[in-house]
């Protein structure tokens, strides 16, 4: 009998969340065969078998927060069922295949074993028993383990929970009762109207966390311009489709916006370095971060080596790492060492926002939606430009107003006159 391990995912990445598992207990498995997905803060990841036979058991359900190299499996030799179960744990194993009856047998068959147990398994409960526990209002040592070394699942609380009212404790119930307001308020049950409650992917909780963090930590401000989108959407309208067709890829906005960054950051090295303890390290690459929106949350892929790209190879990067994300294929490589971000809220029709910077990058530039407005041009002429927002976050800690301010009129200069980007991009 082998152990499924949790793999080393990634210098960052110490632990995931078991996504689904791709089989059942008894399925037979060949070497390669994916067996499960986990999802970590980043990407998800594969876990396949690494020899053939058959799923014994199933440690870590789906939704069970698990570590690097932590068993959540066993796989067993050969084509039988359950022939590799060990012989001291038999009863586990046809427990974990049966059906709800199983925790009918609860403690007065062992109860100089309960106690101890109980108490074990509160103090090894997985998140997601603990947080349905909270909902229920169950005590956790009141719950029946079936787990062999006796840590507490999210099943074994729903088990519980189906179950008659422990005799310990006759105020837990189903339905909500007068006698235990205190839990249902700090389960947020008390709604009078229809809700729907969803657990948040780890994913999304870890953006969370570290968008807050990056608030905490950074002394983040943001300045403002406006760029004349005229000169990129003329050169754009006549060059479209040429570069389709000789590169096979469109012609968009984000390379000439990659290309103007990555000439202001040459010119303003500091907003393309990070803070480590009292240094402050100066990046002399350009490896740039471009905001993709994706199923399961905003995620940042990097576009290696800007600078020594043209055109087309910045829109191709981009293009691949844009459907890599919505697929859920990114590779972790594709995700680490960005020094400056780009993030275009005027996709989905943002006209001015303030972006949170990618931490520990210490600069972010914001695009945001085109459009026409009056423009003077100069005394006496007014007339209507395709005009954008633009805004650059940045971390005052290091980058001072005025470095800021000049970096992002360098941006607008850029992208007012496109021609300037083969020089200075």
Same mark, same amino acid.
């Given at each position: 009998?082998?152990?499924?391990?949790?793999?080393?995912?990634?210098?960052?990445?110490? /632990?995931?969340?078991?996504?689904?598992?791709?089989?059942?207990?008894?399925?037979?498995?060949? #070497?390669?065969?994916?067996?499960? /997905?986990?999802?970590?803060?980043?990407?998800?990841?594969?876990?396949?078998?690494? /020899?053939?036979?058959?799923?014994?058991?199933?440690?870590?359900?789906?939704?069970?927060?698990?570590?690097?190299?932590?068993?959540?499996?066993?796989?067993?030799?050969?084509?039988?069922?359950?022939?590799?179960?060990?012989?001291?744990?038999?009863?586990?194993?046809?427990?974990?295949?049966?059906?709800?009856?199983?925790?009918?047998?609860?403690?007065?068959?062992?109860?100089?074993?309960?106690?101890?147990?109980?108490?074990?398994?509160?103090?090894?409960?997985?998140?997601? *028993?603990?947080?349905?526990?909270?909902?229920?209002?169950?005590?956790?040592?009141?719950?029946?383990?079936?787990?062999?070394?006796?840590?507490?699942?999210?099943?074994?609380?729903?088990?519980?929970?189906?179950? *008659?009212?422990?005799?310990?404790?006759?105020?837990?119930?189903?339905?909500?009762?007068?006698?235990?307001?205190?839990?249902?308020?700090?389960?947020?049950?008390?709604?009078?109207?229809?809700?729907?409650?969803?657990?948040?992917?780890?994913?999304?909780?870890?953006?969370?966390?570290?968008?807050?963090?990056?608030? #905490?930590? @950074?002394?983040?401000?943001?300045?403002?311009? /406006?760029?004349?989108?005229?000169?990129?959407?003329?050169?754009?309208?006549?060059?479209?489709?040429?570069?389709?067709?000789?590169?096979?890829?469109?012609?968009?906005?984000?390379?000439?916006?990659?290309?103007?960054?990555?000439? @202001?950051?040459?010119?303003?090295?500091?907003?393309?370095?990070?803070?480590?303890?009292?240094?402050?390290?100066?990046?002399?690459?350009?490896?740039?971060?471009?905001?993709?929106?994706?199923?399961?949350?905003?995620?940042?892929?990097?576009?290696?080596?800007?600078?020594?790209?043209?055109?087309?190879?910045?829109?191709?990067?981009? *293009?691949?790492? @844009?459907?890599?994300?919505?697929?859920?294929?990114?590779?972790?490589?594709?995700?680490?060492?960005?020094?400056?971000?780009?993030?275009?809220?005027?996709?989905?029709?943002?006209?001015?926002?303030?972006?949170?910077?990618?931490?520990?990058?210490?600069?972010?530039?914001?695009?945001?939606?085109?459009?026409?407005?009056?423009?003077?041009?100069?005394?006496?002429?007014?007339?209507?430009?395709?005009?954008?927002?633009?805004?650059?976050?940045?971390?005052?800690?290091?980058?001072?107003?005025?470095?800021?301010?000049?970096?992002?009129?360098?941006?607008?200069?850029?992208?007012?006159?496109?021609?300037?980007?083969?020089?200075?991009?």
């Amino acid at each position: 009998m082998s152990e499924i391990k949790v793999p080393a995912m990634g210098e960052s990445i110490t /632990e995931g969340t078991v996504s689904r598992w791709m089989v059942k207990e008894g399925d037979t498995v060949n #070497q390669g065969d994916v067996l499960l /997905e986990l999802e970590t803060d980043k990407v998800n990841i594969e876990i396949s078998a690494e /020899e053939s036979g058959v799923l014994e058991k199933i440690i870590r359900s789906e939704g069970e927060t698990v570590v690097i190299g932590e068993t959540i499996g066993t796989l067993s030799a050969g084509t039988g069922g359950g022939s590799g179960a060990s012989a001291s744990e038999p009863a586990a194993s046809e427990d974990k295949k049966a059906s709800a009856p199983a925790p009918e047998v609860p403690t007065p068959s062992a109860p100089d074993a309960a106690t101890p147990e109980s108490s074990d398994s509160a103090k090894t409960a997985s998140p997601s *028993a603990r947080k349905l526990a909270r909902e229920r209002g169950i005590e956790l040592d009141q719950v029946q383990s079936k787990d062999p070394i006796g840590r507490v699942y999210q099943d074994d609380v729903k088990s519980h929970s189906n179950q *008659a009212p422990a005799p310990a404790s006759a105020p837990v119930s189903k339905t909500p009762t007068p006698s235990a307001p205190s839990a249902q308020a700090a389960g947020s049950s008390t709604y009078t109207k229809p809700v729907e409650r969803q657990r948040m992917s780890r994913r999304r909780a870890t953006i969370a966390k570290r968008l807050v963090e990056a608030q #905490q930590t @950074a002394a983040m401000l943001t300045t403002f311009n /406006e760029v004349d989108m005229t000169a990129i959407m003329d050169v754009r309208k006549r060059r479209k489709d040429k570069f389709k067709e000789k590169h096979e890829i469109n012609l968009g906005f984000m390379s000439f916006f990659t290309k103007a960054v990555v000439g @202001a950051l040459k010119k303003f090295p500091t907003v393309n370095a990070e803070i480590d303890g009292d240094d402050v390290v100066l990046k002399k690459y350009y490896d740039i971060g471009i905001a993709v929106s994706a199923k399961e949350g905003l995620v940042v892929p990097v576009v290696r080596d800007a600078d020594r790209l043209g055109f087309a190879e910045i829109e191709k990067s981009i *293009a691949d790492l @844009a459907s890599k994300a919505r697929s859920n294929t990114l590779a972790l490589s594709d995700l680490q060492g960005g020094t400056f971000t780009i993030t275009n809220g005027g996709t989905f029709g943002s006209l001015l926002s303030t972006p949170i910077l990618n931490t520990p990058q210490v600069g972010i530039l914001g695009m945001h939606k085109i459009q026409l407005r009056p423009v003077a041009i100069d005394a006496e002429r007014m007339e209507n430009r395709p005009m954008m927002y633009i805004a650059l976050s940045y971390d005052h800690r290091i980058i001072d107003g005025s470095e800021a301010v000049r970096f992002l009129v360098t941006v607008k200069e850029l992208l007012e006159d496109p021609e300037s980007l083969l020089i200075e991009g």
